[in-house]
């Protein structure tokens, strides 16, 4: 079955300094992955995903994301953080080829912007 | 269009009850997944219905069960509950039951057990 790790339960960036939010999975195949923020008394709202194809992946909010199969690795970045960012953060996993799992999600990543 | 409701937003119940909460996808969605997230064990899938099926069952014990109707909406129930079932309950809903389909979350219903 996969999994999904996010080893930083906090993170703490001075606002407009550079992020990146790490996260590794364990899984047979490529996976579907997936990355999610969740405000403060919010639902998950997708940043962005990876299927195939390109391994650089732009999302909404001027997020980015690297799939580095060697590493197992899927860790979020931006280049300059806004004081709206501080949210939660989640990784997620998909299975393409086992639907007995629909969706693992990593622990989470709280971040906070430091002024 | 409208997003992903689910009603009531916050719950208050005490141990032994049942509880039933209700979630109304995205116009068009047929799928319809249920996550229960608590500081401890973040988010944990627990069933997913598609067609009025239940497709994919979380490792949750009997007391938590699920429907959905012939409109795509769906509800989940919770019986004899336990102070531990105190967690924020997330629906989401996708246009299939594909694992690479998007979900959109609704904002969640907290369920605080007494």
């Known amino acids: 079955a996969q999994s999904v790790t996010q080893p930083d339960i906090h993170i703490p960036v001075s606002e407009g300094a550079s992020l990146e939010l790490r996260c590794n999975y364990s899984?047979?195949?490529?996976?579907?992955l997936f990355w999610y923020v969740q405000s403060p008394g919010q639902g998950l709202q997708l940043l962005l995903k990876y299927f195939s194809g390109d391994t650089l992946v732009q999302g909404i909010k001027g997020f980015e994301a690297e799939f580095k199969r060697s590493q197992s690795s899927f860790n979020l970045r931006k280049p300059s953080v806004h004081w709206s960012d501080a949210a939660e953060y989640f990784c997620a996993v998909g299975a393409p080829l086992n639907r007995d799992d629909k969706i693992i999600f990593g622990k989470g990543t709280r971040l906070h912007i430091l002024p | 269009k409208a997003g992903v409701t689910q009603t009531p937003r916050y719950l208050i119940k005490t141990r032994g009850q049942q509880v039933t909460l209700s979630c109304s996808p995205i116009?068009?969605?047929?799928?319809v997944s249920w996550y229960q997230q608590t500081p401890g064990q973040g988010l944990q899938f627990l069933f997913e219905?598609?067609?009025?099926?239940?497709?994919n069952k979380g490792n949750f014990p009997g007391r938590f069960s699920g429907r959905q109707f012939s409109n795509s909406r769906s509800e989940m129930n919770v019986s004899t509950l336990e102070l531990g079932d105190s967690a924020l309950y997330l629906c989401a809903s996708s246009l299939g039951y594909r694992e690479d389909n998007e979900q959109f979350f609704g904002p969640g219903t907290r369920l605080t057990v007494l």
């Open positions: 116009s068009g969605h047929r799928s």
């Open positions: 219905y598609f067609s009025e099926t239940q497709r």
């Open positions: 899984y047979g195949a490529t996976p579907y």
